[in-house]
């Protein structure tokens, strides 16, 4: 397997040269292969959101290396990290972050539309994602007429919608009851298993990290 996404020494300190400064990343590691599913674990308030961020090409390391397929994205200018985080990575959230607006079906076609995709071959894709995950027959109505679960189903269609090499997840089920969760947790790791691509999963949940392929800690900065 490839590697999808290298994590090479990566540090975070916030408020850098204050009394109260924070590091939350110190020289972290983590090698990320297509295929690969791996959960995040880590306390509250230990980085992951930070980790996650860096990785998605959000946010910018202190020091150390974010290698995307293959390429450092270090010292690439904006406009570079831009495509790339929008072509190569998806994001899922705690929360579904769908659009109102719009229906399920656009929601999921919406970045292909922002990628140059047209209108009816990213029908065709949005249409065949949702139906991965059993909700094709929501596709015309909008979040608010949608179930929590279907919410975040439709999130996972969107965010692999531009078929993405890394899909990064933060605590993708934690906003939903225990049954849900497992049932949306598990149309996920289809949806990832079909696609091939490299997922890394933070959860709080044991039992769910123990359905992934490994699991990486985050604690004193490191991955372990």
Same mark, same amino acid.
């Given at each position: 397997?490839?590697?999808?996404?290298?994590?090479?020494?990566?540090?975070?300190?916030?408020?850098?040269?204050?009394?109260?400064?924070?590091?939350?990343?110190?020289?972290?590691?983590?090698?990320?292969?297509?295929?690969?599913?791996?959960?995040?674990?880590?306390?509250?308030?230990?980085?992951?959101?930070?980790?996650?961020?860096?990785?998605?090409?959000?946010?910018?390391?202190?020091?150390?290396?974010?290698?995307?397929?293959?390429?450092?994205?270090?010292?690439?200018?904006?406009?570079? +990290?831009?495509?790339?985080?929008?072509?190569?990575?998806?994001?899922?959230?705690?929360?579904?972050?769908?659009?109102?607006?719009?229906?399920?079906?656009?929601?999921?076609?919406?970045?292909?539309?922002?990628?140059?995709?047209?209108?009816?071959?990213?029908?065709?894709?949005?249409?065949?994602?949702?139906? +991965?995950?059993?909700?094709?027959? +929501?596709?015309?109505?909008?979040?608010?007429?949608?179930?929590?679960?279907?919410?975040?189903?439709?999130?996972?269609? +969107?965010?692999?919608?531009?078929?993405?090499?890394?899909?990064?997840?933060?605590?993708?089920?934690?906003?939903?009851?225990?049954?849900?969760?497992?049932?949306?947790?598990?149309?996920?790791?289809?949806?990832?298993?079909?696609?091939?691509?490299?997922?890394?999963?933070?959860?709080?949940?044991?039992?769910?990290?123990?359905?992934?392929?490994?699991?990486?800690?985050?604690?004193?900065?490191?991955?372990?």
């Amino acid at each position: 397997m490839s590697d999808a996404l290298k994590l090479e020494g990566i540090s975070k300190t916030y408020n850098r040269g204050k009394p109260n400064a924070l590091t939350v990343l110190d020289e972290a590691e983590l090698v990320l292969a297509s295929g690969e599913v791996v959960a995040l674990v880590a306390p509250s308030g230990a980085g992951k959101s930070t980790l996650l961020h860096i990785a998605g090409l959000l946010d910018t390391a202190d020091a150390g290396a974010v290698v995307v397929g293959g390429t450092d994205m270090t010292r690439k200018a904006d406009a570079e +990290r831009t495509r790339v985080r929008r072509q190569e990575v998806g994001f899922v959230y705690q929360f579904h972050h769908l659009l109102p607006e719009f229906t399920a079906l656009e929601n999921v076609m919406l970045p292909q539309w922002a990628n140059g995709v047209a209108e009816a071959q990213a029908r065709e894709h949005a249409m065949a994602l949702l139906a +991965r995950v059993g909700v094709e027959g +929501r596709a015309g109505n909008r979040p608010a007429a949608l179930s929590g679960g279907e919410q975040q189903r439709v999130a996972f269609c +969107r965010a692999l919608a531009n078929r993405p090499r890394v899909l990064l997840a933060d605590e993708p089920t934690g906003n939903l009851d225990p049954a849900t969760s497992d049932t949306v947790f598990a149309a996920l790791m289809e949806l990832v298993r079909e696609t091939g691509l490299a997922a890394l999963i933070a959860t709080h949940n044991p039992e769910l990290a123990a359905r992934m392929d490994r699991t990486v800690r985050l604690e004193g900065g490191q991955l372990l």
